[in-house]
């Protein structure tokens, strides 16, 4: 289940970073998933920890992947998304998926991996009083011991309703280098966050303290804002954003296609624009954590 690599590198207590495979199958146009893919584990390199690709592949669980792996899973029709309720089903069905969040933490933190970067977390949808729609993502990162780094909430969905969830369930969140919770495409949701630090380290001293604390296993989670260069245009986002929503509501889209089809929407509407500041987040995200991971093994 746990590649050579990774299981070395675990034993050694050298720092891994966790990636998702959901954002390479079903959350980014191909063929350009492909290449996000590898660059994205080349990130990880550059910043002097092991990638851990994580996906179901042929109904086994893996954590680490090989190039064909990756490939399979950039280019494979067939994949499902798997959020963590879904890895059993599919190991007993004997088929391939991309694990979101909730699926990939989940066996990340199994295997011993304690950072995971990533785009933006599942959360709270709009509308929530209607269709009670909100990600296993929460839930899981609630009883989950991995620091997650990601560029906030997709602003798809209700950001003021998501960290609300979050600090009901007892998940840390702290801004990198902000006070402002980050809005994914946009450095600034609107929202403030209670605490800001400033690098890898400080983030690590909170991990231990969570350790310290013990007890409880929840997640930490470090809001790292998009590079404003690769911000979206405000207005851009807003107007394409309600029309994507909108056209969820028109067609009828529901469950696990909701994320996929908003975030295509949205690639399309804005010509792609959307689709290179989501990369820069990504990115950024999974250099710092990269460098969190190094931190982290250093101190211990
Ligand atoms: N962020 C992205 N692209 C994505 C996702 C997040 O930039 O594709 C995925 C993550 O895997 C997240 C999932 O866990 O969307 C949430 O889906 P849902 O809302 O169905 O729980
Ligand atoms: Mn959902």
């Known amino acids: ?23 390479i199958a079903h959350g980014l146009p191909r063929p350009r998933n492909l290449l996000v893919a590898r660059e994205l584990e080349a990130v990880v390199r550059k910043a002097g920890a092991v990638p851990a690709t994580v996906a179901v592949i042929d109904g086994v669980p893996r954590v680490g992947l090989t190039e064909g792996e990756v490939e399979r899973v950039a280019t494979d029709p067939d994949m499902r998304k798997l959020g963590f309720r879904d890895l059993a089903p599919a190991m007993a069905a004997g088929v391939s998926g991309a694990t979101t969040v909730s699926g990939t933490a989940f066996l990340a933190a199994r295997a011993g991996i304690r ?33 997650v ?40 949701s609107g929202e403030p966050v209670d605490w800001t630090v400033r690098d890898a380290r400080e983030v690590a001293a909170v991990m231990r303290g969570q350790d310290t604390l013990g007890g409880h296993d929840s997640a930490l989670i470090v809001a790292n804002p998009v590079p404003p260069e690769h911000e979206l245009d405000r207005a851009l986002h807003d107007r394409v954003l309600a029309e994507a929503l909108a056209a ?23 010509q792609g624009a959307s689709l290179e ?18 931190a982290w093994s250093q101190q211990r």
């Open 1 to 23: 289940m746990t590649s050579a690599e990774v299981g070395d590198a675990l034993r050694r207590r050298e720092p891994v970073v966790a990636l998702e495979s959901t954002i």
């Open 115 to 147: 950072v995971f970067g990533t785009g933006g977390l599942g959360g709270v949808h709009r509308g929530w009083t209607d269709v009670q729609d909100e990600s296993a993502d929460l839930a899981l990162l609630a009883r989950t011991r991995i620091t």
């Open 149 to 188: 780094v990601c560029a906030g909430v997709k602003s798809i969905l209700d950001v003021p309703a998501t960290l609300q969830r979050l600090e009901t369930l007892g998940v840390g969140v702290l801004g990198f280098g902000t006070d402002r919770f980050p809005g994914f495409y946009l450095t600034d």
């Open 248 to 270: 969820v509501e028109r067609e009828g889209v529901t469950g696990q296609a909701i994320t996929p089809y908003l975030l295509a929407y949205l690639t399309e509407h804005t």
């Open 277 to 294: 500041a989501n990369l820069a987040a990504v990115r950024g995200n999974v250099a710092l954590a990269g460098d969190i991971a190094v």
